[in-house]
Every structure is written in C-alpha cells, then in structure tokens.
C-alpha cells in the first residue's frame, strides 16, 4: 500500500510548519527524513501517525492497526522482563500472542528475552522497542532517530536489523546523522522550512547536497 503524501500543509499558530509537502513512498523502501532542528519532520511524522491534522492537503496511510512506531524516547518499563512486556502490549492491543515469539526471533531478542529491561543494553532497549512496534506486523513503520546513543557494535546490529525490516514493508525513519541515511536507507528527503528540498535515492554526495540546501553541517557519529 505505501504513503501518498498530496500537498500537506501545516500551519500551528502563526507558523507554516509544512509547506506543501507531497511524497509517495512505497514497500520496500526505507525513506530517511533529514533535516535541521524545525524543518518539519517530527510534525510530518505524527500527521502519519494521526496525531495531527493537516491544515491543508490529504494524506493515504495504512490502518492505524497497521503502523508501528518507534518513538525517540522509547518509553518501556524497565521492571518488566523482555517476553512478559511484549505479552503485555500484544494484549493491549488486541494481538494474537502467538506474535511475541515471532517479533522477538525477528528482532534477535531471543538471547536477553528472559531478562528485565532495565538489565539490557542500550542497543537491545531499541530492540525490544522495535519488536513492539512490529508487533500487529505493520505495513508502515515509523522511526524517530532509532539509532541515538549506540556503541559501534550495536549501531551495525540495529542497521542491518532496519534494513531486514524495510525489504517488505515501508519505512521511515528521521535522523540528524548523516551517515545513518548512507547505512540504512534507500531514498532521502531533506527538509528545511517545511519545505521538501530534495528527494533522492542517490546518497552519494548527500552531506554536500544537505550543506548547500540548508546552510547546515549534519552531525557526525565520529
């Protein structure tokens, strides 16, 4: 099904946040948003999500039921073992529990599954954030800067896991590192001002392209 994005606009208070955005993103394909602090993406992303309203233009998403979401603060409650919370939150949301074995092989949680989650790295945090986020097996998966604070081994793991995710189902994920569009993604829009300035999936030269659209240098993970 993919997103069709039709001239949306935004405007809160006396501030055109988006200015007419229009995108299609289809499966298969991990789209990174990149932009500068205030371009936009977070607000797009929760008008995906539903958690806004455009001022102006449409926008096509699957059914709520079937789009995950990763927020940047992963909210999981560390006193609960890894299985036990995932049961919990397949039941909150009225899912078969016969899933939670299956997202925790998907996401290579097998190995910490029988321990609390606040005993778990930071990387397998964002794993067990990312195994609830797919559990209703979504069509739309959307990420808010999945990868901040990892060491280098759980940045490569959670990269590879990303792109596994993305070769079936739609992806988009907003990040301020530029060398995580490079690892991860498939296509780049860079957004400043609310506005799309560029949509492409050549990422090749993309740090001097970003430098040049929006006057900024994007951070480094070095």
């Known amino acids: 099904m993919g997103v069709e994005i039709e001239h949306i606009s935004k ?25 500068p602090n205030g371009a936009g993406k977070s607000t797009l992303m929760k008008i995906l999500l539903g958690l806004r309203t455009p001022t102006s233009g449409t926008v096509s998403v699957p059914p709520k039921q079937r789009i995950g979401y990763l927020p940047e603060q992963n909210p999981l409650y560390a006193e609960m073992y890894v299985r036990e919370y995932l049961l919990f939150m397949a039941r909150m949301g009225n899912v078969d529990k016969r899933r939670v074995p299956e997202v925790i092989a998907e996401t290579g949680l097998q190995p910490e599954a029988h321990k609390r989650i606040g005993e778990l790295s930071k990387g397998y945090r964002q794993r067990v954030g990312l195994a609830q986020a797919l559990l209703q097996d979504p069509q739309l998966l ?69 430098r040049q659209l929006t006057g900024n240098i994007p951070k480094s993970v070095c």
């Open 11 to 35: 405007v809160i208070g006396r501030q055109e946040v988006l200015h007419d955005v229009s995108l299609r993103i289809g499966d298969g394909e991990v789209l990174g948003l990149l932009g």
């Open 142 to 210: 959307i990420l808010d800067e999945p990868t901040t604070g990892l060491d280098p081994n759980q940045l490569e793991e959670i990269r590879a896991l990303i792109r596994r995710l993305g070769q079936d189902r739609t992806v988009i994920l907003s990040t301020h590192i530029l060398q995580e569009v490079q690892k991860m993604c498939t296509r780049v829009v860079i957004l400043d001002h609310g506005m799309v300035k560029a949509d492409t999936c050549e990422l090749d030269g993309i740090e001097e392209k970003f």
